[in-house]
């Protein structure tokens, strides 16, 4: 019986987790994709921009509810890979960016790679977490 629980319990904190990531994916298509081709209007762009932001509030929560509902060992593989990803993400996008700032590359430093690069090391980090506690 508390098996039954505790999958219905992950299994609704999943859920949770990925209609606030879809919710987040499409006000951000929205706030960037919107301007050239739905409206012309400053104020609807900060609308979007504002609503993408608030949006993203709710994915950070539904993702600390998230971690706070697996087991221990998921967490640990999952804080691990969050940790890795911040680090390669922020040591990397500001070595890319002082190359770029001081004349080192030719490449203009442009966050949807930063944000690419962070999200493979996760998904890699998750992966090779999960095979190491297997």
Known sequence: METNTA?????????????????????????????????????????????????????????????????????????????LALGVGLVGGCAYATASTVGLISLEANIGYLSILMALVYIVAVAVGNLRYR
Do not use: C, E, Y
């Open 7 to 83: 999958i219905r319990r992950d299994l609704k904190n999943t859920g949770r987790l990925a209609l606030w990531t879809f919710l987040w994916v499409v006000t951000l298509a929205l706030a960037m994709f919107g301007p050239d081709t739905l409206w012309n209007s400053t104020v609807m762009s900060w609308v979007a921009l504002s609503v993408n932001l608030v949006v993203g509030g709710g994915w950070i929560i539904a993702h600390a509810a998230f971690l706070r509902g697996v087991d221990d060992l998921q967490r640990k593989i999952m804080l691990d890979a969050i940790a």
